[in-house]
């Protein structure tokens, strides 16, 4: 076995959580209709489905909430978030939002017009989609080594640059409202991306008078990543990391539920005052007031305490371990996982484990029904249930490249022994590999069908 560092923390809260019986476990995602999503969390053992706003708090942050001041403006909750981001990120001005995808909306409707294209490595699905409903078009140009899951590159979240060039001569910069990375590149596998690839995105940007912003999700663990795998960065801090990744920006949009290790909350940060104003207008329209942007003063504190707590280099050295450990487990038993792993969750390849199921069964949704049922560990597919689509011109059914699952793990949450148990319930899946089944859909929506899609298994 793959060796494991101790969590850097003791249990302080607890919350059961249990094993229903198999048979209980068998009626439920029948209920179901075999979609993981539409599963009871009770009936849930351990729960992989995603990392986003389900971290465990320190007693730090419980302390916290305690100081959240509730006014409706000015609020003591907002200056101490102020000046955390001005510590840690170097911006002076930011808007609290709900989630990322607040922070998402409010830039896409005071900057993309229609038929705009917005470049990035690869866009998460929510600013693919906030783009897109701005009548933008959403452009993904990570290199070509994160499209081949067992490619080992230490950062396979990177710009190509080359195809930036080209796809801005091509677009003209007047059709190029803003340019984004987002780190790390979760949609891609959670792969980081270098200073350097940073450094000379922006500078390309910004020799086209186009403003940069980040998706900032992950930017601790991003950082924590440039530390550990680029060269001359070993050993400055992950602060001084962050100052500098940043330093090269205009402004970010983040989902302040993953590294920021709150349940709830978002930013947008623009150091274009001109632009800052707009955006003000549209956050007191869509979130609320300046100082708060949809959050409880105490959501503000907390999340004051997050940030930090989510750059502290032991904590992110037993939070990337810890995912490693886990691929590596997995890939002990024979199945193939995305390499490298990157920071947030492991990648199972569906598709070579069960060769016996076409694509147009969803190899993928029936490793995660197995899951499930063997163990009630619940994972989420990433393949064609996610991703495949009938080509608009011919209406043949385009599929994703890979079949995958993703176990995202949730931070301060789980330990050895449920990841453990995990691997042990994959070792069973795999001997029976040959007997699982495919899968049809009895009901999908159009958009986003697989939060709500509902599936039969094929005899
Ligand atoms: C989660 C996430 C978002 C959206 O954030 P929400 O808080 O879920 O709205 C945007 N970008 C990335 C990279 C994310 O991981």
């Known amino acids: ?26 009626a439920a995602i029948r209920r179901a209709g075999y979609n993981v999503f539409a599963l009871r969390a009770t009936d849930v053992f351990v729960d992989y489905l995603t990392d986003s706003g389900t971290g465990a708090m320190s007693h730090h942050q419980w302390a916290a909430m305690m100081e959240g001041d509730e006014s409706y403006a000015g609020a003591r909750s907002y200056f101490r978030l102020k000046d955390a981001i001005q510590d ?30 917005v470049p ?48 801005i001569s091509e677009t003209g910069v007047e059709n190029i409202p803003f ?30 008078g186009l403003p940069f912003f980040i998706d900032a999700a992950r930017f601790a663990e991003n950082a924590y990543f440039i530390k550990l795998r680029e060269q001359g960065y070993g050993h400055k801090s992950v602060r001084e990391i962050v100052k500098e990744m940043f330093g090269y920006s205009d ?51 907390v999340m004051s305490v997050g940030l930090y707590e989510g750059m502290d280099e032991v904590y ?20 193939s996982v995305i390499e490298p792993t990157g920071g947030h969750a492991v990648y199972v390849d569906a598709g070579k484990l069960l060769p016996h199921i076409p694509a147009a069964e969803f190899p993928g949704q029936a490793l995660a029904v197995a899951m499930y049922q063997e163990g009630g560990i ?12 009938p080509d608009p011109e011919t209406g043949v059914m385009v599929h994703p490249r890979l079949e995958l699952v993703r176990l995202a793990i949730p931070r301060r949450v789980y330990t050895q022994s449920h990841l453990d148990f995990t ?37």
């Open 88 to 117: 840690v990120f170097g911006f002076d001005e930011f808007l609290p939002t709900h989630q990322g995808r607040a922070a998402e909306n409010i830039l896409a409707a005071v900057l993309v017009k229609p038929g705009m294209k």
């Open 378 to 389: 619940r994972a989420c597919e990433i393949g064609s249930v996610m991703f495949a689509h």
């Open 251 to 301: 402004g970010f949009t983040m989902s302040a539920k993953k590294d920021a290790i709150i349940n709830i909350g978002g930013l947008l940060a623009c150091r274009d005052k001109e632009v800052f104003q707009k955006l003000s207008n549209e956050l007191i329209l869509r979130e609320g007031f300046v100082s708060y942007g949809g959050l409880a003063g105490r959501d503000l504190e």
């Open 120 to 167: 990035s490595n690869m866009h998460f699905d929510t600013t693919d989609a906030n783009i897109r409903a701005r009548g933008g078009n959403p452009v993904n140009l990570v290199i070509d080594e994160a499209f081949d899951p067992s490619c080992i590159h230490p950062f396979k979240g990177n710009l190509d640059l080359k195809k930036l060039e080209s796809f």
């Open 1 to 26: 076995m793959p060796k494991y560092m101790p969590e850097p923390f003791r249990i302080k809260v607890v919350e059961p959580i249990n094993l229903i019986s198999r048979e209980a476990r068998e």
């Open 316 to 335: 992110l050295s037993y939070r990337l371990a810890q995912t490693d450990y886990l691929a590596q487990s997995i890939k002990q038993l024979g199945m």
């Open 423 to 459: 691997v042990e319930v994959l070792a069973d899946i795999a001997k029976k590999s040959a007997s699982l089944k495919g899968f049809r859909f009895s009901y999908a929506p159009p958009l986003l069908r697989h939060f709500t899609c509902r599936f039969e298994p094929i005899a």
């Open 179 to 208: 340019g984004m990375i987002t780190i790390t590149n979760n949609a891609g596998g959670g792969q980081p991306v270098s200073m350097e690839n940073i450094r000379m995105v922006a500078e390309m940007y910004h020799r086209h």
